[in-house]
């Protein structure tokens, strides 16, 4: 089955300054790549995602990366906010239209603290 | 009202006690799944369910049983909780064909195990 690995497991970053994250997968069939913010006492809640079909994604501050043939993928946050602080996951999967493959499994999560 | 609800918000109980985990969705989806997050080992999918009459074991389903009792109502229970099962649950949706969209989570349940 498919595994995710995420790196670092916590990050400091002063207000202003970027912020990477990096996750990598075993399973070359998955295709679908998202990222999720948790802030405190709530729920995940995805941010963006990516396709395999697609390298680069961008929404406003964030984007995120994918090297298909390393099995690597990263969140860039440019320009961090002290409202960024969160705990931040990967994924992982293989989805299709209403597959019977399209559960995500997660990496282990990175706790970000912007400095103000 | 939240979309997807998980009772009760934080939950202490004894070693060898019996214990139900309650997830309600008003979403509509089809799809639901228990998830366990530790910290330093990220979210673990437990259970999902992709209907009513589909039940399907994750990763670390030992010592866990779930229950689909609607579209919208999907419990987990530890028969026999113990410590090392302490940690936050959640709960979370998706519909089938839209995952693209990624999932609904819960806001989940503290569970101590003393």
């Known amino acids: 089955g498919e595994n995710v690995e995420q790196h670092p497991s916590t990050l400091s970053v002063q207000e202003g300054d970027s912020a990477v994250i990096k996750c990598t997968y075993s399973?070359?069939?998955?295709?679908?790549f998202p990222w999720y913010k948790q802030e405190l006492g709530k729920g995940p809640q995805l941010i963006i995602d990516?396709?395999?079909?697609?390298g680069e994604k961008k929404d406003q501050r964030i984007a995120v990366t994918l090297n298909k043939t390393a099995k690597h993928f990263s969140l860039h946050i440019t320009e961090t906010q002290p409202e960024d602080s969160a705990v931040y996951f990967c994924?992982?999967?293989?989805?299709?239209?209403?597959?019977?493959?399209?559960?995500?499994?997660f990496g282990t999560g990175t706790l970000l603290a912007v400095q103000p | 009202d939240a979309d997807v609800t998980q009772t009760p918000r934080n939950r202490i109980t004894k070693t060898g006690k019996r214990i139900m985990l309650e997830c309600s969705q008003t979403?509509?989806?089809?799809?639901m799944y228990w998830y366990r997050q530790d910290p330093g080992l990220g979210l673990r999918l437990i259970y999902y369910?992709?209907?009513?009459?589909?039940?399907n074991k994750g990763e670390i389903s030992d010592g866990y049983s779930v229950s689909r009792q609607a579209q919208a109502k999907f419990s987990l229970s530890l028969e026999s909780a113990i410590p090392n099962q302490t940690a936050l649950y959640f709960c979370?949706?998706?519909?089938?064909?839209?995952?693209?969209?990624?999932?609904?989570f819960g806001s989940g349940t503290r569970l101590t195990v003393v």
């Open positions: 994924a992982a999967s293989l989805m299709n239209y209403g597959g019977a493959t399209n559960k995500l499994i």
């Open positions: 990516i396709r395999s079909n697609v």
């Open positions: 369910s992709f209907d009513v009459k589909d039940i």
């Open positions: 979403k509509g989806h089809d799809r």
């Open positions: 979370a949706t998706s519909d089938p064909g839209q995952e693209l969209y990624g999932y609904t």
């Open positions: 399973d070359s069939a998955s295709n679908y």
